[in-house]
DNA sequence: CCCGTTCTTGGAAACGTTTCCATACCTTAT
DNA sequence: ATAAGGTATGGAAACGTTTCCAAGAACGGG
């Protein structure tokens, strides 16, 4: 062993100073490795004056522990998974803000990866969660048509919390989106409305088919039936919703109200109320789901749905972290509802004689 | 040795099955470790007959590299660092979303920490970047006053981005703010007013100094005077823009015009011209800056200042990446600057004749 | 035909921790 | 007094890769 002595100074010229590591620190304080490491990791059995001792020297060399020696002797590597669709939908990222922050509070990192929908990257995801040893894994709602990846989920064995998205097997947490739309729909309803337009996101997302349950047991309940045509899942933003809108509204028999996503899709609604030449709520009433400043401030204010992102993203870290630490509740798979509310504004009116 | 021969089968019961390591991969196939190593990293030297034979194995015994072991001993974790102080502001969100597709692409998963403009989080994060020996470091919009952290920041010698932000020997990608600024305000001085609001975010923030100086430029060419009564810097979100403008707009010689950030500030504003009994663009006009679906959308529309939020991410992952491969770029630190666009819609009007 | 290259492979030493085991020293109960 | 147990420490063997070095095989030029 022709370790230099002095600890970790630059040996050359314009290399960068080399880090200290842990036997620098023991030779330093003079004790043995496994001493060090069991102060760091703070363990019992171990002597103030070691303590002190071993401390002094971590200080003085500036020492940090190589987390990926870390990670590959004791089996942790103290990271979570965050796999999410798209970060630049605001009710996604603010889900995460929660959960970071609950996460960070445990001593975890969050790594995080944007799918796009596609089936590649989930599943390339999946490979990162293993080569890296990652401790748990949040799901962000996402296409559970995506048997590759489903497939690749189930075989990984590991600690996962699935967010407005089911994945047999793994616990989640979920906005309640089928009481949320039973509620708006059954308000409409109760307006005196019949044709109620549903523009949703992707079918295959969990959050739009609760709500279309809501909104058909709402139509059940009021013995109507429900014209398939007013169902509009949506993949893309507001264009889209803008060229189905206007299509809808041009029929002989056009929908009195709308029900739309608050987040992209509002906005084209809007643009075809406006390209119509249709008011709300005269002509056509309007709820949206997720509240947004759109909607809070749009002149007359839009009705919304609405309910905690931050605080479903922090409970769905704890429940992680639950299942990391293997308590009690591991067992536990049933999911975890959340609330939704309705923000009744100005945006729903009786529906004009015909 | 007594490794078990048959491979990454379960010893126990309920014992989780082991995972095959690169000498499972080598004694299956009947080659040593280290041409596992060769093949699997792509190196050349290697003869396809040998290549067949590992990929068989690696396949069979499903192979996935440690990459603890990895980084441990190739002192590359393939990690890159993403520092923002809320990630539920969608500006951010956005900027990160653009930025984690480059560096997908490139190999590399993002480690994501939100501040909340946070000193202590700030550099617990640096801390976690030097233990976890991350690869390189995104730093979006931030506070320069926090000395401790841009001190860490400055011994750890590690490639860095800059997004937004001034960070001394870091390079850096910006918008314009301070071109910006000076157009929306000269736009402002051309259509009459004299008594331009300022409604920026933390002062401390690049963006917001910047804006500050092409607003302060466009009033000196125009030989106006500064009142510094209208400049409010905020530090929250639309509660104190409301008061805040509340109390502006009751001043005996009131604001003509208000320039105000679009993100959550605007609707506060919205609200306070509402409650005073103000319209825009005939009492107030009004520009906002990022261009959100609340100033598309309100009516009349609100005109906005703004700029290439995913482009931005993707510039700045790409100047990292160049800086971790120690390209040529290496040596320029000079910033790079993205270009606003100025949205003209109907929120601005000469002002009335008092 | 031999010698210097280049290509292909194997062996073994790191990388920086944690953790198991052993040891030496104290207690305290029998 | 001695056995039994606990506490504080040290030594060394992992953990799973990459990488350096050496050595044999193939190759081409003189």
Same mark, same amino acid.
């Given at each position: 062993m022709n370790r230099v002595q002095e600890g970790p100074v630059a040996k050359g010229r314009r290399t960068r100073p080399a880090r200290a590591t842990i036997r620098d620190v023991a030779a330093q304080a003079g004790v043995s490795v496994s001493s060090v490491s069991r102060v760091m990791n703070g363990?019992?059995?171990?002597?103030p004056e070691l303590h002190a001792r071993i401390m002094r020297a971590v200080n003085r060399l500036r020492f940090e522990p190589h987390s990926a020696a870390q990670a590959l002797r004791s089996?942790?590597?103290k990271t979570i998974g965050c796999m999410v669709a798209?970060?630049?939908?605001p009710l996604y990222s603010e889900m995460i803000n929660g959960a970071e922050e609950e996460l960070q509070r445990a001593g975890y990192v969050l790594m995080l990866a944007a799918t796009r929908h596609e089936e590649d990257r989930e599943t390339a995801f999946v490979s990162a969660v293993r080569r890296r040893r990652m401790d748990g894994l949040l799901l962000f709602?996402?296409? #559970?048509?995506?048997t590759d990846f489903t497939g690749a989920l189930a075989n990984l064995d590991l600690p996962c919390v699935a967010i407005d998205r089911e994945v047999s097997g793994v616990p989640s947490v979920r906005a309640d989106h089928r009481g949320g739309g039973l509620e708006i729909t059954r308000y409409l309803i109760g307006l005196g409305h019949r044709r109620i337009a549903l523009l949703t996101?992707?079918?295959?997302l969990l959050p739009s088919s609760e709500r279309l349950a809501g909104y058909r047991q709402a139509h059940a309940e009021a013995k109507l039936a429900v014209?398939?045509?007013?169902?509009r899942p949506q993949t893309q933003g507001s264009s889209i919703a803008f060229s189905d809108v206007c299509q809808l509204l041009r029929?002989? #028999?056009?929908?009195?109200a709308i029900i739309t996503l608050?987040?992209?899709m509002l906005a084209g609604v809007m643009d075809a109320l406006a390209s119509s030449g249709l008011r709300y709520p005269d002509d056509v009433s309007l709820v949206c789901i997720g509240d947004t400043d759109l909607a809070r401030h749009a002149t007359p204010g839009i009705s919304a749905l609405t309910w905690d992102l931050d605080q479903m993203g922090r409970v769905a870290a704890n429940i992680l972290l639950d299942r990391i630490r293997g308590g009690?509740?591991?067992k536990k798979i049933r999911p975890v509802y959340l609330p939704t509310r309705f923000i009744l504004r100005h945006s729903g009116a009786t529906p004009r004689a015909p």
């Open positions: 363990e019992p059995h171990t002597s089996r942790e590597s798209d970060l630049s939908n709602a996402g296409d #559970n048509a995506h996101g992707r079918a295959a014209d398939p045509d007013l169902i029929s002989p #028999n056009r929908p009195t608050g987040t992209h009690d509740e591991a």
